[in-house]
């Protein structure tokens, strides 16, 4: 009765006219940039995020909420129709997608996509309203070391799944966790690191380094590379599928909304990992694992429902917990705080009207961008024959106005132009920037709950140990660190005894 | 010399300069952790992995596993560029104003970067600016840099 009740609550903010508005220009902005390769959802939100200091943080929240599960969209209608994922989550959807539309099945693959994309979103937000309420209340009787241990297993699984080697990932974290200390110390109020600048006394702004990070540098590597791309557009018809495509689909997509809801929940682990994880386990499951890669409808239909639903999963450690487990998640996060808002097992509590309101206007959502994905197709396709060198100037000018726009400073433009520079390199020397920018915003909590932790337990160590929460949590979260080593260890016995 | 192990070089030298610097606020006590604590911690974690990182690349270059050139069959030039017409930008926004810095920023990177015909170059580039003038300032009231022509 009560989640009813709080669900009426819920959909009476969603569907205040302000609010159905700004979620449909979330959805609708979030499936321009999943459309659209080079720039993502950390980058639009980055860039809107100035834009809603007018508006009520409800409707703010619900806005870039939409900006996010849209781009989930919106990159699956690039990766079928032009081989390049739009969004870092549709890179598998690709495989099967593209090999589909070659064959003149790009409506069933798009339409599939769509629908698989919606039934999952939906689900998972069902599943995010059941499983935060309880959760939330568990997580009030935790303290400074459960909130560290939590905080550090963040961490260390996106170090975990990071690709590349575990050092690189650990060092973008340790980065990340040294600029989170610039500025104000929050427990004693001295400023550091700053060198006088206005701008860093309140520490690094989490959405210029995002820009930087993410937008810019994108650019900065693509201006250098053939910006050329063909769009597979002459034969998108059919769009319905069938009822085969059904019948092989339905089983993938039920699948693909149950992991990606879990993976999405875990710390760390995202769209990305839930739709390869989605792949992976249509393809093991299949009776014809071989024809993977050939034009699979489950192998669509599978991760795309992965990776939606994960967006709904990211929501539950954010809400709950006030950890978040993507860097997207860590932007919303410094949204909530900027907005006067703590999010955290009070969070439900405290401002019903937000967590509700934007749990009811995730399944809005998802209703109006199923209705974006299917009669505006053409659109779409439109856009994505624009060129983009006429692209990238206006995204790399609307990085500088969203940069500006925080503070109305120059200043915070030149950080975003100088993370830009460092996430150009960073690419090239292939380092990922996700747990950097994780870090930066868990940096201050994991550095209060640990100075916290080490008071309460007078300055011991091992006091983490003793309880019996942030003890299991510390192992599993150790366990982590280690099993990358041990995998090497492994490997490198079995290669010398193959030699 | 191996990518990695440049990467791993710079890394290490940006850690013990953390660490250096963490040493002029208070480190504090394991019972009163100070200011300096947690930058100190994560300059000495920075020099580790540094150091890991390098052990690593060696022993993998041992083995015949390099990273190939940083800048092979880039068109570095461009990015640089593009990063050169930014910076000018960020500078040029107070002195000229939004519109006028903005019409010349689009106009420079669509003409110079994948030169694209005049008028293309003219009409996208008024368009950018008078579009986001009208979004930003107008609708969405950013209060964007104004020149001396008060656009």
Redesign the interface.
């Known amino acids: 009765m009560d989640i009813l009740h709080n669900m009426g609550v819920g959909f009476q903010t969603a569907l205040e006219p302000v609010n159905l508005l700004l979620c449909f220009i979330g959805v609708l902005t979030g499936t321009l940039v999943g459309v659209l390769p080079g720039i993502g959802p950390m980058a639009a939100m980055s860039l809107l995020l100035p834009t809603t200091f007018h508006i009520t943080p409800v409707s703010a929240i619900i806005m870039l909420a939409g900006i996010y599960y849209g781009a989930m969209y919106g990159g699956s209608t690039t990766s079928i129709l032009v081989n390049i994922p739009g969004e870092a989550a549709s890179v598998v959807t690709c495989l099967d997608g593209y090999q589909m539309a070659r064959q003149g099945r790009a409506g069933p693959a798009l339409g599939i996509a769509a629908f698989a994309s919606f039934i999952a979103g939906t689900l998972s937000t069902a599943g995010l309203m059941l499983v935060a309420p309880p959760l939330a209340q568990m997580a009030l009787k935790f303290g400074s070391p459960e909130y560290f241990a939590l905080i550090f297993l963040g961490l260390t699984t996106v170090t975990y799944l990071a690709s590349g080697p575990l050092w690189k990932s650990l060092m973008m974290a340790a980065l990340g966790l040294f600029l989170g200390c610039i500025g104000m110390d929050v427990a004693i109020g001295a400023t550091r690191f700053a060198f006088g600048i206005v701008e860093l006394f309140d520490g690094v702004g989490i959405v210029p380094v995002a820009m930087g990070l993410f937008g810019i540098a994108e650019v900065l590597l693509n201006v250098e590379q053939s910006m050329e791309r063909t769009v597979l557009t002459s034969k998108v018809r059919n769009l319905l599928p069938t009822r085969e495509d059904w019948a092989a689909s339905l089983p993938a997509i039920l699948r693909g909304s149950v992991l990606g809801f879990f993976l999405g929940v875990l710390p760390g682990a995202g769209p990305l990992i839930s739709s390869f994880a989605g792949y992976a386990v249509e393809k093991r499951l299949s009776r014809e694992p071989e024809k993977f890669g050939t034009g699979m409808i489950q192998g669509v239909a599978g991760p795309e429902a992965a990776n939606n639903a994960a967006t709904g999963g990211a929501f539950v450690p954010l809400l709950t917990l006030g950890i978040p487990p993507t860097a997207v998640m860590a932007l919303l996060l410094g949204a909530l705080i900027i907005f006067g808002v703590q999010p955290g097992p009070r969070l439900v509590a405290e401002h019903p009207q937000l967590f509700w309101g934007v749990i009811a206007s995730m399944y809005v959502g998802n209703a109006l961008l199923l209705v974006l994905n299917l009669p505006l197709i053409g659109m779409w396709i439109q856009i994505l024959k624009v060129p983009y060198p006429i692209l990238f100037p206006l995204i790399l000018l609307f990085c500088v106005i969203g940069a500006y726009s925080l503070n109305n400073s120059i200043t915070e433009v030149g950080i975003m132009i100088l993370f830009g520079v460092i996430g150009y390199f960073l690419r090239k020397l292939e380092f990922e920037a996700a747990p950097l920018i994780l870090a930066l915003v868990l940096g201050p909590m994991l550095e209060l709950n640990f100075r916290q932790s080490l008071a309460m337990g007078d300055g011991r160590l091992f006091f983490f140990f003793e309880r019996p929460i942030s003890a299991t949590i510390l192992a599993m979260a150790l366990l982590l660190l280690v099993m990358p080593l041990i995998r090497g260890v492994r490997q490198r016995g079995s290669g010398s005894e193959e030699a | 010399m191996n ?2 192990r ?3 070089g710079l ?1 290490f030298l ?2 013990l300069l ?1 660490c250096l ?1 963490s040493l002029t ?1 208070d480190l504090g ?5 100070g ?5 100190f911690l ?2 000495a ?2 020099c580790l ?2 150091v ?2 390098f052990t ?1 690349t060696t022993l993998r270059k041992q083995r015949r596993e390099t ?1 190939s050139p ?1 800048f092979k069959g ?6 640089a560029l ?2 050169g ?3 000018a ?3 040029l ?2 002195p000229l104003g939004f519109t006028l810095a ?1 019409f010349l ?2 106009s420079f ?2 003409r110079v ?2 030169p ?1 015909r005049w008028p ?1 170059v003219i009409g ?1 580039a008024l368009l ?1 600016a008078a579009l ?1 003038f009208l979004l ?1 300032e107008v609708w ?6 104004r020149g001396p022509w008060g656009i």
């Open positions: 990518r990695d440049v990467s791993s890394f940006l850690g953390v610097y606020y006590s394991p019972v009163a952790p200011s300096g604590l947690m930058p994560c300059g974690a920075m992995l540094a890991a990182g690593y990273g940083l880039r068109a570095w030039q461009k990015s593009t990063l017409a930014l910076l930008l960020q500078f926004m107070k903005t920023f689009v990177l669509l970067i994948v694209q293309v996208v950018t986001s930003f969405l009231q950013a209060q964007l840099p």
